[in-house]
């Protein structure tokens, strides 16, 4: 492999890593809305009123911003915030980093159907539905 532990990582690791992703997630969903509220408040001071947003729009926002992050760590590092914590990684069929694509569609895959990770506690090789689907697995990082 690539120097690093080959084990696949269970439930627990990978729910906790979840967990952490989802916080960081909403922290950069807070950070976009005050981002918003500051750019309305320096464009239009004297008519300034906190923005209404609807359901549709925050839902749109909050799956991109997941998606994005969520495959950009995947396709650069293998590492998400929560792997990073839990000492996880997420690696190709070869034990390397996945493609952008691959990173792009397994990322929805997990936003779309997070309990396609509940199938680790059932599979004997401990891989999540996303696991199977597109090749990838989730291995502990350190040795």
């Known amino acids: 492999m690539t120097g690093h532990d080959d084990r696949a990582a269970?439930?627990?690791?990978?729910?906790?890593a979840a967990v952490v992703d989802l916080v960081v997630v909403g922290v950069l969903l807070a950070l976009l809305y005050l981002g918003l509220i500051l750019t309305l408040l320096a464009?239009?001071?004297?008519?300034?009123?906190?923005?209404a947003l609807n359901l549709v729009f925050s839902g749109t926002v909050a799956f991109g911003a997941a998606v994005l992050y969520l495959a950009g760590c995947w396709s650069v590092?293998?590492?998400?915030?929560?792997?990073?914590?839990?000492?996880?990684?997420?690696?190709?069929?070869?034990?390397?980093?996945?493609?952008?694509?691959?990173?792009?569609?397994?990322?929805?895959?997990?936003?779309v159907f997070p309990l396609g990770l509940a199938w680790v506690a059932l599979d004997a090789r401990r891989r999540s539905l996303?696991?199977?689907?597109?090749g990838s697995r989730v291995v502990y990082a350190r040795p």
Do not use: E, K, N, Y
Request: glycine letters at 14%; aromatic letters at 6%; one cysteine or more.
């Open 10 to 16: 269970g439930v627990v690791s990978r729910g906790v």
């Open 43 to 51: 464009l239009h001071p004297g008519a300034f009123r906190f923005p």
């Open 77 to 111: 590092s293998g590492c998400t915030a929560g792997a990073v914590v839990m000492g996880v990684r997420v690696v190709g069929r070869r034990g390397r980093r996945l493609p952008l694509m691959v990173s792009l569609l397994r990322a929805a895959a997990c936003v």
């Open 130 to 134: 996303q696991d199977i689907a597109f």
